[in-house]
């Protein structure tokens, strides 16, 4: 099985900084690492797609990158909407998935 | 407008079942390979159960594998997961998703619906 960790499990920041969340794969997925954004009591919503490609209508402001074992979200200037739990997900061992165990961004 | 919307969760004790529905609008439903996944209180997101566009084919996590059944209803843009000798680390928020393939073959999961609680417990 495909193993997804996250970097950091959680993480303090404020409002106009950059966050750098990253996930290591257990084994080479090429690309196919998903990224996504769940807020308290709300379903997880997509923000990246493919590694890089932000899913549409998602800010500008996220950014993916990163392929083989090691994958970046960034957000370059964090926002009070941006305050969440982030996950990836891998899809190469499609039609099984998984996903890292999270990040939290927290407000500083 | 696409959207998924779970029902059928609830309290249930241990060793019962349980048959989870997700609605689907907004799409061709029956395009589409349909996931359920689940997050346990204060957890993180894990998959539980896939099946194809035309529900020959169905995969389940090792931890579900015998006890849960996944299946869908075309006519009725219904996706269901039936879920049998239910345990206490079987609680879970249950969310079903849409499987969207860029490329072809990069999958991702988009939308997702709001969930449902199930909660296993005497």
């Known amino acids: 099985d495909i193993q997804m960790t996250q970097s950091p499990s959680s993480l303090s920041a404020s409002v106009g900084d950059r966050v750098t969340i990253t996930c290591r794969a257990s084994?080479?997925?090429?690309?196919?690492l998903n990224w996504y954004q769940q807020k308290p009591g709300e379903a997880p919503k997509l923000l990246i797609y493919?590694?890089?490609t932000l899913q549409s209508g998602v800010p500008s402001r996220f950014s993916g990158s990163g392929s083989g074992t090691d994958f970046t979200l960034t957000i370059s200037s964090l926002q009070p909407e941006d305050f969440a739990t982030y996950f990836c997900?891998?899809?190469?061992?499609?039609?099984?998935?998984?996903f890292g165990q999270g990040t939290k961004v927290e407000s500083k | 407008e696409v959207q998924l919307v779970e029902s059928g969760g609830g309290l249930v004790q241990p060793g019962g079942s349980l048959r989870l529905s997700c609605a689907a609008s907004?799409?061709?439903?029956?395009?589409?390979?349909m996931h359920w996944v689940r997050q346990g209180p204060g957890k993180g997101l894990v998959w539980v159960s896939t099946?194809?566009?035309?529900?020959?084919?169905?995969n389940y996590a090792d931890s579900v594998k015998g006890r849960f059944t996944i299946s869908r209803d075309d006519a009725k843009n219904t996706l269901y997961l039936h879920m049998d000798s239910l345990r206490a680390d079987d609680t879970a928020v249950y969310y079903c998703?849409?499987?969207?393939?860029?490329?072809?073959?990069?999958?991702?999961?988009?939308?997702w619906g709001q969930g449902t609680l199930v909660t296993v417990s005497s």
């Open positions: 998703a849409r499987d969207v393939r860029a490329l072809g073959v990069m999958s991702y999961f988009h939308p």
């Open positions: 907004g799409f061709t439903f029956s395009r589409f390979w």
């Open positions: 099946i194809n566009s035309d529900g020959r084919t169905t």
């Open positions: 084994q080479t997925i090429n690309m196919y």
């Open positions: 493919a590694a890089s």
């Open positions: 997900q891998q899809s190469y061992s499609n039609p099984t998935w998984t």
